[in-house]
């Protein structure tokens, strides 16, 4: 799987993936909700009622978090190799512009030449056009990719085969990196809930560069979000992380919710 799912056209973990996920028990817990708060969670995110299922099945040891991946990669990887273009294939269902709308903020975090690394690179086209956008800005940044699901790894090798041995597969939590890469991109909900700050903890020691800087987003979010506060950088912020910057833009489509990233700067040598 890629970058696990975010909104409605989001480069999910590996756009017709995220829109197409669900059962009867996904549609039983959107049942639940209020019309507003439904209507808010589908615009955010087509496939929270798989989330929020997998979850609960995971705290009832129901499911061990093997399980949550491999439910999360079956639903996920066959529409992404059944897309019949490189965004579809990452997991956006939007034209290039809508794609660019969504994306290309990532690329406000880069500041410097260096490798920048996408954590569920999926069919690898945002390591192209991350690559791309920065050379815009006057900025050369050399690619590497790595996705849990080794078909969509392969699938990326097959479109990029001049980057075949930068593009790697296995899970971010354990995945033993061939280097240190200046930008690490990736999302929160690639893993379990209760794995999330390992996540983070464990790519800033082990993969960031020092010094690098480590990418959470791009994803969805309500603009202005309930609490006042940006709920997914307060998470990371309240596990003692200092956030080093932010960037957001407005939603290609939906103008209740805003497309943010931010990202935290490893400690130097």
């Known amino acids: 799987m890629s970058d696990w799912p975010h909104g409605p056209e989001s480069r999910t973990c590996s756009g017709v993936g995220p829109q197409?996920?669900?059962?009867?028990?996904?549609?039983?817990?959107a049942a639940t909700m209020t019309p507003s708060e439904n209507a808010i969670a589908v615009a955010k995110n087509r496939a929270s009622g798989l989330l929020e299922r997998l979850e609960r099945a995971l705290a009832?040891?129901?499911i061990d978090e093997e399980g949550w991946y491999r439910e999360v990669a079956a639903v996920i990887t066959p529409p992404y190799l059944a897309g019949d273009d490189p965004r579809r294939q990452s997991g956006h269902s939007g034209d290039e512009a809508h794609w660019t709308q969504a994306r290309s903020l990532i690329v406000d975090a880069?500041?410097?030449?260096?490798?920048?690394?996408?954590?569920?690179?999926?069919?690898?086209?945002?390591?192209?056009?991350?690559?791309?956008?920065?050379?815009?800005?006057?900025?050369?940044?050399?690619?590497?990719g790595l996705d849990i699901a080794p078909e969509l790894a392969d699938l990326a090798r097959r479109r990029l085969p001049r980057w075949a041995d930068r593009i790697f597969d296995g899970n971010a939590l354990h995945w033993p990196p061939p280097r240190r890469f200046e930008f690490v991109r990736t999302?929160?909900?690639y893993v379990p809930r209760r794995r999330q700050r390992d996540l983070v903890q464990r790519l800033l020691r082990d993969v960031v560069s020092p010094g690098g800087r480590l990418i959470i987003g791009a994803y969805n979010e309500e603009k202005p979000p309930p609490s006042g506060e940006p709920p997914v950088e307060s998470l990371v912020a309240a596990w003692g992380l200092p956030i080093a910057g932010r960037t957001e833009r407005p939603h290609y489509h939906d103008p209740r919710l805003v497309y943010r990233a931010f990202w935290i700067d490893a400690p130097p040598a």
């Open 20 to 29: 197409q996920v669900g059962d009867s028990r996904d549609r039983a817990d």
């Open 60 to 62: 009832a040891g129901e």
């Open 110 to 144: 880069i500041h410097r030449d260096g490798a920048f690394l996408d954590i569920g690179c999926a069919n690898g086209y945002l390591m192209e056009c991350v690559q791309r956008w920065a050379r815009q800005r006057g900025w050369a940044i050399e690619p590497y």
């Open 187 to 189: 999302g929160l909900e």
